[in-house]
């Protein structure tokens, strides 16, 4: 039901029996429950959601039958009310963004049918204690609750726990000594390292084997210091002397960050599941006792242990990896020479790295590398001549590097490159020759670029190139315009797009989606202008191409519609090209054309 009053609820009750499932969805402006909902004896689901409900019935424990309670978005709702506690077989309860809801009562824990429940994304601080009594508890979801400090204790009671999700759990201040009793657990998302006794050390974690998908192993500020004690010791929490051990991390865990936790001493278990590490912060004991040979993605956020010059030895063992991201290491300097060790890799991202200056020699020697991009690294100035060797490399992506004046010259031996972007470099000055070479471009992209104020003849020759974006330029942009000098070069574009501002007025103009824009009624003029454009440019593929199989084309045009100028630049085209794709086209050009160039011929066509 959507929609529905308390009066039309009242009446469908009085005609329904044995109703068990009943669902009542997008409920705004009612605050409250139609009380004859109390009466339907035999109802084992309720659906409420979104709704907004301030509380739910007092007398709702009269549903003894209820199995199932789904409240989620009812982002109204403050509170349950102590009588869910007389729903005796109820098994789930969904209070998912419930964004008001601070409070569960204490009186949950008589619930023992209770199998699931669902908290995430609300505002609770604390659970009551009562909880743990929940044996039958197999999924406890807390994912999102930001305002959560603590769990209960004694959490480790719950053995049948299967779930217990704590990802962003931010304000977390750990997770309970015991929590290794949790043996079924198979999902945590969060694992806080606290300060103090009360608070379980890493090494519990070698009692959750069955944990898989992702998990986060997060310090509580700079000072923590959670070590894993020796075996002899009975796997208890220490805080003064260090020990080097080994835990295990779960068999099926597939991501795993680590984050903040500088003076950890522990030598983890990576299973062969784990494709996906995250390492922030300073995490320098980690690393150099770890095994990291079956990664396929690794990210370094804030060093993460690893400088200029050291850290980098765990590069060496990583045949497998594909992925490596380098994010906000602000004393990163350069990147060490074992990079080109990593031959599986298809993906380098560098950024925000403030202090590196170029990439390492040994770039040119990743064989399998696909993409790679350098952003927000504004001492960046040059790439090394081995680039050129990336046989492989399909995307190039260099934004905001205030520092970059020019591009190597072996950029051109990238046949294989699709996309290049360029976005945020004020002294480039322009785009060399060499672009002419790449001959499997497909997207050429400039923005915020106004040094660069030409393009270069050999633009012509990129057969593939199919999409040009130029934002920023404002130069560039107004000599790729309507009869302006580069007009010629990007004629045959699919996609054209030219955005500028002169301080006064802004010009932006996308030539694609010809029919669309050129008919549409709703188009603007700019729009319908370059609609027509576009068309032309279609029909001019054809000679560019080499067609030989006459087309005939029947259009219906009004008289004075946009489409009639379309028809006089088809026939001036008519007069200028040849009929023959097998005839030379630059010698009928000239002879049609009185030996004026293409240039001067389309400044003489005026405005559309």
């Not at 997770?175 to 657990?185: A, C, K, N, R, T």
């Not at 020796?230 to 795993?256: A, I, Y």
């Not at 054309?593 to 003489?604: M, N, P």
């Amino acid at each position: 039901m959507d929609y529905v009053d308390k009066e039309l609820v009242q009446a469908v009750i009085l005609q329904v029996k044995n109703l068990k499932y009943l669902e009542i969805s997008r409920q705004y402006g009612e605050e409250a429950l139609p009380e004859a909902i109390s009466d339907i004896w035999s109802l084992q689901a309720l659906h409420l959601t979104p709704s907004d409900l301030l509380e739910l019935l007092k007398f709702i424990g009269k549903l003894q039958k209820l199995r199932m309670l789904n409240l989620s978005h009812c982002e109204k709702l403050k509170c349950s009310p102590d009588s869910i506690v007389d729903c005796q077989m109820i098994s789930s309860i969904d209070l998912c963004n419930c964004k008001q809801l601070t409070v569960l009562p204490s009186s949950i824990g008589r619930n023992k049918m209770l199998r699931v429940l669902r908290l995430g994304n609300t505002k609770m601080e604390r659970l009551p204690s009562s909880i743990t009594s929940l044996r039958n508890l197999e999924c406890l979801d807390l994912h999102e609750c930001r305002e959560l400090v603590e769990l209960p204790k004694d959490i480790g009671n719950l053995e049948k726990l299967h779930v217990l999700n704590l990802t962003k759990c931010e304000k977390l201040g750990g997770v309970p000594v015991g929590i290794g009793q949790l043996s079924w657990l198979q999902k945590l998302g969060l694992f806080a390292l606290g300060e103090g006794e009360k608070f379980a050390g890493i090494s519990e974690l070698a009692n959750l084997p069955r944990i898989g998908g992702e998990l986060s192993i997060r310090g509580i500020g700079p000072t923590v210091e959670r070590i894993m004690p020796d075996e002899k010791e009975g796997g208890g929490c220490s805080n003064s002397t260090p020990h080097v051990g080994q835990v295990r991390v779960g068999s099926c865990l597939s991501n795993l960050d680590i984050v903040k936790c500088p003076r950890l001493k522990v030598k983890p278990y990576l299973p062969s599941s784990l494709h996906k590490l995250l390492l922030a912060g300073r995490t320098e004991q980690l690393l150099q006792s770890s095994n990291f040979s079956q990664l396929k993605k690794l990210v370094v956020w804030g060093n993460g242990g690893l400088g200029s010059g050291r850290g980098w030895e765990l590069l060496q063992p990583m045949t497998a990896l594909e992925s490596l991201e380098i994010q906000h290491s602000s004393g990163l300097i350069e990147l060490p020479e074992s990079l080109g060790n990593l031959k599986s890799l298809r993906s380098l991202q560098v950024f925000a790295c403030s202090a590196i200056r170029m990439l390492p020699m040994s770039l040119g020697d990743l064989p399998s590398l696909q993409e790679l991009t350098i952003t927000i690294c504004h001492c960046f100035v040059s790439f090394p001549q081995s680039i050129g060797r990336l046989t492989s490399l399909q995307v190039l992506k260099i934004l905001l590097c205030d520092a970059l004046q020019q591009l190597p010259e072996c950029l051109g031996d990238l046949r294989s490159l699709r996309k290049l972007y360029l976005s945020g470099l004020p002294r480039l000055t322009c785009i060399p020759q060499f672009i002419c070479h790449l001959t499997s471009l497909k997207e050429l992209k400039i923005g915020r670029c106004p040094g660069i104020k030409s393009l270069p003849e050999g633009v012509k020759g990129l057969t593939t190139l199919q999409e040009l974006d130029i934002r920023g330029c404002p130069d560039l942009a107004r000599h790729c315009k309507r009869g302006k000098e580069y007009w010629s070069y990007v004629l045959y574009l699919t996609s054209l797009c030219l955005a500028f501002s002169d301080g006064k007025k802004q010009f932006q103009a996308t030539y694609g989606n010809p029919l669309l824009a050129a008919r549409d009624s709703k188009s603007s003029p700019k729009g319908a202008e370059a609609g027509i454009l576009a068309m032309v440019v279609l029909i001019s593929r054809a000679h560019r191409l080499g067609q030989r199989k006459v087309a005939n084309v029947h259009c219906l045009i009004m008289c004075g519609a946009l489409e009639e100028k379309v028809m006089s630049l088809q026939r001036f085209e008519a007069s200028v090209l040849p009929r023959d794709s097998s005839d030379d086209p630059s010698k009928d050009f000239k002879r049609k054309s009185g030996g004026q160039g293409f240039k001067s011929i389309l400044s003489g066509l005026g405005e559309l």
